[in-house]
């Protein structure tokens, strides 16, 4: 098992959920499930945030190797302003090194926030995509 394995399994058996009620909060099998917590395969970087939430623990405690729960950020000034963006329209503006193509000059929505990352849903040319991605690499965020 590796660390966010043992991660999700002890955090799911503390909330006395089964595999298979995981599964279902995220629309997955059980199987996948008991993958993820094997070790033998990771989650897709889509279900990082749900996973993070359905846990209530950031996304850097599930990614990290050897952050506690006691180490995850406590929301302070941008984050609680991110959090507080969560549902609304925006456009994201990247410093220019860290540019996302598929979010350039896109309007997206915020559909989660944990510590170092968010959630974000767009409508692009390929259509409909939602995209987890670093805080640190948004340089300024429009309220549409």
């Not at 394995?5 to 599964?23: C, E, H, P, V």
């Not at 939430?53 to 996304?59: A, K």
């Not at 302003?81 to 915020?110: H, P, S």
């Amino acid at each position: 098992m590796n660390e966010m394995g043992n991660k999700i399994a002890r955090k799911r058996k503390d909330l006395g959920m089964t595999q298979s009620d995981f599964a279902e909060e995220l629309s997955v099998t059980r199987q996948t499930v008991s993958r993820w917590e094997a070790g033998t395969v990771y989650p897709d970087i889509e279900k990082i945030n749900d996973i993070a939430s359905i846990l209530g623990v950031s996304c850097d405690y599930l990614l990290k190797d050897g952050v506690t729960e006691e180490e995850t950020p406590v929301l302070t000034g941008v984050s609680r302003l991110l959090q507080e963006l969560t549902g609304k329209t925006v456009r994201l503006n990247f410093f220019e090194d860290e540019a996302d193509y598929d979010l350039f000059n896109t309007d997206c929505k915020i559909l989660g926030f944990s510590g170092n990352w968010m959630k974000v849903e767009a409508e692009t040319k390929k259509g409909k995509i939602e995209k987890l991605i670093p805080v640190s690499s948004v340089l300024s965020v429009e309220v549409k």
